[in-house]
Nanobody, 124 residues
Framework: QVQLRESGGGSVQSGESLRLSCAHS????????MGWFRQAPGKEREGVAA???????TYAASVKGRFTISQDNAENTLYLQMTSLKPEDTAMYYC??????????????????WGQGTQVTVSS
C-alpha cells in the first residue's frame, strides 16, 4: 500500500522560508518521478516541482529560483525548500507519485498517489 505523508507547513510572513517533507512508503519508483503540487482555495491544483529518481528537476515558472525540490532516496523522503515566500504561495501543498512515467511532469492528472496535504499560509 502506497502512503505519502507531508509535514512542515505553517504560517509565515512574506519573504520567509519553509521546508516541506514528504515521507513515502510502499512506492516503487520504477516510474521515476515524484512531485509537489498545491491548491489554493477556489483554484485548480497545480504542479510546483518534480524530481526524477536520479535527481533531474523541473519547476513551475512561478516558483523557479525560489523553491528547491530534493530527495533522500535512502530515507524515502521528498523535500521542498521554499524561500522568499509570497502571499500568492498560500495553498495546501501535496506530494504525489505516478503509477507510470508521466508525460507531463507537472500535470496533476498524471499522478495517482497523493498525500493528505500540508497547509502553507503566507501573510504580507
Amino acid at each position: 500500500q502506497v502512503q505519502l505523508r507531508e509535514s512542515g507547513g505553517g504560517s509565515v510572513q512574506s519573504g520567509e522560508s519553509l521546508r516541506l517533507s514528504c515521507a513515502h512508503s510502499g512506492y516503487t519508483r520504477s516510474s521515476n518521478w515524484m512531485g509537489w503540487f498545491r491548491q489554493a482555495p477556489g483554484k485548480e491544483r497545480e504542479g510546483v516541482a518534480a524530481i526524477s529518481r536520479t535527481g533531474v528537476t523541473t519547476y513551475a515558472a512561478s516558483v523557479k529560483g525560489r523553491f528547491t525540490i530534493s530527495q533522500d532516496n535512502a530515507e524515502n523522503t521528498l523535500y521542498l525548500q521554499m524561500t522568499s515566500l509570497k502571499p500568492e504561495d498560500t495553498a495546501m501543498y501535496y506530494c504525489a507519485a505516478p503509477q507510470r512515467p508521466p508525460l507531463y511532469l507537472l500535470s496533476p492528472q498524471q499522478y495517482h498517489y497523493w498525500g493528505q496535504g500540508t497547509q502553507v499560509t503566507v501573510s504580507s
